[in-house]
């Protein structure tokens, strides 16, 4: 059976969404697929949530996301704690 790699770069456009396309397109082998997902899609947006990706680029092997991807990102709790959404200090 040739079972084929399924690989997806989740990017929205950005300079260094377009460095990981083009490092993942460099080093994928022929048993791997690669799909480009635009961000700017709400159903690809959707998706992208589905599967804990919290910035871009992210890339998904098989339906998980690649270890270098899963970093923390932005939260709410670390906005909020720097003083995001807080009312203006009065000086």
């Known amino acids: 059976m040739n079972r ?49 990706i919290r910035s871009v680029p992210a890339v998904v092997v098989d339906g998980k996301l690649a270890q270098c991807c899963a970093g923390g990102g932005v939260d709410e709790a670390s906005l909020r704690a720097a003083g995001v959404g807080a009312k203006k200090l009065h000086t």
């Open 4 to 52: 084929k790699r399924k690989v997806e770069v989740f990017s929205a456009g950005c300079p260094v969404c377009q460095q990981a396309v083009g490092m993942v397109k460099n080093i994928a082998c022929p048993s791997c697929k690669v799909t480009i997902h635009d961000m700017h899609d709400p159903d690809v947006a959707r998706r992208a949530a589905e599967l804990g």
